[in-house]
């Protein structure tokens, strides 16, 4: 593996809104490049302008602290920090990859997050992060963390194949426990499910089934992308020395669209199968609200639970109306409590998702929202 310690401008990312899959407003790469090496992983497309061989260099951060310090620290800085999760993880580098072990920046970066009372979402397909098990313990009885996992099966053959560089599922599915154990909330993220070859029914069946066993808050579910270009290449000759029968499949389902999504009908027909096991097993299929209740302001409140509303509602087939409308109301600068005689003008806005927005602002909650999480 080749290292190269780089010195970054900047490590917060703010994002544009509210995200509703981590909650939250912030997330950082501490490394750029994961020696994790996952074959379908998106680090490796061009537009993230990851240097050298993906899965083999990784740039380290050296001075992600230090420059993490300044970005949290409130002093001379005209805008508040936005309520939510800080997100460590995901984009183009594990936080817990093997760098991790020599280099200490995630666990820095948790200790400084510790420091400032903010709560923490990680993401990660490492077992090491137990290493922090008495920081993140720590950081969640002061305000909140949550430890997500992710997994594209819990089969350990395919593991080996498509995750080369990753823990096994058995010692990742393990790694929940060690948290749920410590009271810590976790999920897991069944993300990227891969076509054709851990999309069959049993084995999602399967990772649900354990998901279950071992005390997941949640359990998020997506597909794969391949976008053209390197990412895509690479991944195929993979799929070329696991089944060269399934490169046709491969060539009909990802037939270059531009964000490197596959078919709708394809999408449509993975999630219908995801729909109908965790029906099953009854999971949330969204980070709950008792995880962010409280946690957020009323705008992305509302915002987080309109767009719940919308996944849940797609999920079952059906139309919603709520995504438009939590798009707006997270560009809105006012609070809505200031526009409660208003809120029929927000681009959006009906009469019944004003009923809605009124119930969150008076109860921060939604017996429809909650009826709806549960029944799925
Ligand atoms: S762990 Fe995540 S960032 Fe690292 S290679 Fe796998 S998918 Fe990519």
């Not at 008495?134 to 002061?142: A, G, Q, T, V, Y």
């Not at 596959?262 to 965790?278: C, W």
């Not at 009854?282 to 009323?298: C, K, N, Q, T």
């Amino acid at each position: 593996m080749g290292l190269k310690e780089i010195r970054a401008k900047s490590i917060l990312r703010k994002a544009k809104k509210i995200d509703s899959w981590f909650i939250s407003w912030y997330g950082m790469n501490l490394y750029r490049g994961c020696s994790h090496n996952c074959t379908y992983c998106d680090g490796r497309a061009e537009k993230y302008n990851v240097e050298g061989n993906f899965g083999e260099d990784v740039s380290v951060k050296v001075n992600a602290v230090e420059i993490l310090k300044k970005e949290l620290d409130p002093v001379g800085k005209r805008k508040p920090f936005k309520k939510g999760y800080v997100l460590l993880g995901g984009g183009v580098g594990d936080a817990y990859q093997t760098a991790e072990k020599e280099y200490l920046l995630a666990r820095n970066a948790l200790n400084l997050l510790n420091e400032y009372s903010l709560p923490v979402h990680i993401l990660t397909k490492s077992t090491l992060i137990r290493r922090d098990g008495d920081l993140i313990s720590e950081i969640n009885r002061k305000r909140k963390a949550i430890v997500s996992i992710s997994f594209s099966s819990v089969n350990k053959r395919l593991s080996s194949i498509f995750e080369p560089g990753v823990p096994s599922p058995e010692e990742r599915l393990d790694t929940i426990s060690f948290f749920r154990d410590r009271g810590i909330a976790c999920g897991m993220f069944l993300l990227p499910v891969i076509p054709f070859v851990s999309d069959p029914e049993e084995l999602i069946d399967e990772a649900v089934c354990r998901a279950k066993e071992i005390g997941v808050s949640f359990v998020i579910f997506g597909g794969m992308t391949l976008k053209t270009g390197r990412q895509k290449d690479y991944f195929l000759d993979v799929i070329e020395n696991y089944d060269p029968c399934l490169l046709n499949d491969y060539q009909k389902t990802y037939a270059g669209d531009k964000w490197g999504q596959p078919t709708g009908s394809y999408f449509r027909a993975v999630n219908r199968r995801f729909r109908d096991i965790i029906r099953k097993y009854a999971l949330p299929v969204r980070v709950p609200l008792e995880l962010f209740s409280g946690i957020l302001d009323e705008n992305d409140l509302v915002t987080v639970i309109l767009e719940h509303l919308d996944y849940l509602l797609t999920f079952r087939g059906w139309s919603s109306p709520y995504g438009y409308a939590a798009h707006s109301i997270s560009q809105l600068k006012e609070p809505l409590s200031s526009m409660r005689g208003d809120l029929l003008k927000i681009r959006g806005v009906g009469e019944t998702t004003k009923k809605i927005m009124l119930e969150i602002l008076d109860t921060g909650s939604c017996a429809y929202y909650r009826r709806l999480m549960k029944e799925l």
